[in-house]
């Protein structure tokens, strides 16, 4: 991929503008956050180029823009943002990707890393047994004909009902871990035979647990208002999404915009960003089906938080009170929101896409749940499996700015084919435990592919997302145990 040579307008540090009358059909600028160093590796590749091809979508209001971990994706880059008026815009599932509601939760524990580092290959080793993972990967529930239904309107709170985690669970989940309007009927029998069995998985890609454990904390009060209360508590981090089923509704749905453009004559440079008036049959069909996806990760993140808790308890023989395993948040990416939002000193109702960003609200917002009203939503940004990953909170820049938005990761500076071809699965094993991070992993080559040497440093990335203003660092991780699908 040859490197990106238009034009780009430094505003500040931490911001880059690529300006409306780069290409004749952009409707706004688009906005990208990045630092100067890192500008320059992010213009190595198009993931620009699309930056300025979704400033032509419909409705866009204004800025097309890009968090500092954007990188190369289908139609929208990863770690893109836009949003539409629902008057006249239009929802693009290129803007939401095919693994819908990936997202991230954050387990704190009353444990110390002294506790649990003399037993952390007994733990990983439980959590890879009780957790299935891995491409293709079958889970222990089994559903009835038709639950399945059941699962992608209600989501997590299913789990819960089925005794999969506990209630208190959903008031720290976004969206309560169940989105409105979600509508089966709109989701393909594919779909559905592919989520049927996969539901409580892990998958592969990406996708980990991570034990992790408190190495720094920068906001000693927002940190305690989580309850993060030293350096060397443990943390547990589950990533990942809809799995087969979300990517079935992508798939599916792409489909059905490409013909709705020919329909409502929409002429955009890159037919990966296909798309549908938001308030036409094919749109609100599409985001009908999304939440059901949505619905279908966070009961996916609630059931495996359910066999988290088992594999500490059973390993480290406590009970679940002793050993504090409290949800502080799960925060979702690669989702497609009606929100009300601020623009040109109005409040209007806007369709935000967020790939690979996630959403960022500050203190107050009546979206932030009750416990962190007075401290804002938590943000939880996962770095590669090596590094670190860090806890945030949103900020009132980010809903002036970016509608609510901030980074979602590190961002990847290889390609996953690259990674391989480079780097050896058995050496990148080899590297981490010399380091005192124990992994288990279904797959070496798998593994290779999520080396840190594939992403961008996860530090750099939270730091141009803190000094812009759209999140603000509270407290960092390091790994100590890892599980790979």
Known sequence: M?????????????????????????????????????????????????????????GIVNYSLAMPDIHWGYGFPIGGV?????????????????DINCGVRLLRTSLTEAEVRPQIKELVEALYRNVPSGLGSEGKIRLRRGEIDEVLVKGSRWAVEKGYGRHDD???????GEMMDAEPEHVSRRAKERGIPQLGTL???????????????????????????????????????????????????????VNAMKKYNIDLPDRQLACAPIDSA??????????????YAWANRQCITHWVRESFCQVLKKTEEEAGLELIYDVCHNIAKIEEHEVDGKRVGLCVHRKGATRAFPVGHPDVPSK????????LIPGDMGRYSYVLVGTEQAMKESFGSTCHGAG????????????????????????????????????AEEASQAYKDVESVVGVAHNAGISRIVARTKPIGVIKG
Request: hydrophobic fraction near 40%; include cysteine.
């Open 2 to 58: 040859s490197p990106w040579s238009g034009p780009l307008q430094k505003v500040d540090d931490y911001r880059w503008r690529i300006p409306r009358s780069y290409k004749s059909g952009m409707r706004v600028d688009g906005l990208v956050f990045a630092g100067e160093e890192m500008i320059t590796v992010i213009k190595e590749e198009q993931s620009l180029e699309q930056v300025a091809n979704v400033a032509f979508l419909p």
């Open 372 to 379: 962190y009203a007075g401290i804002g939503q938590p943000v």
């Open 170 to 176: 959903l008031g720290t989940t976004e969206e309560e």
């Open 412 to 447: 990847r500076v290889k390609s996953r084919a690259a990674a391989k071809r480079e780097l050896r699965g058995e050496n990148v094993l080899r590297e981490l435990e010399s380091r005192g991070i124990t992994v288990r992993t279904g797959s070496l080559k798998g593994l």
């Open 82 to 98: 836009a949003a539409m008026r629902l008057s006249d815009g239009v929802v693009s599932p290129g803007g939401v990707g095919f």
């Open 282 to 295: 094919e749109g609100k069909n599409y985001l009908a089906a999304m939440r059901c996806a949505a619905n």
């Open 203 to 257: 998958g592969s890609g990406n996708h980990f647990l991570e034990v992790a454990v408190i190495d720094q904390i920068q906001d000693s009060v927002i940190a305690r208002g989580m309850g993060i209360s030293q350096t060397g508590q443990i943390m547990l981090l589950v990533h990942c999404g809809s799995r087969g089923l979300g990517h079935q509704v992508a798939d599916d749905y792409i489909g059905v915009m």
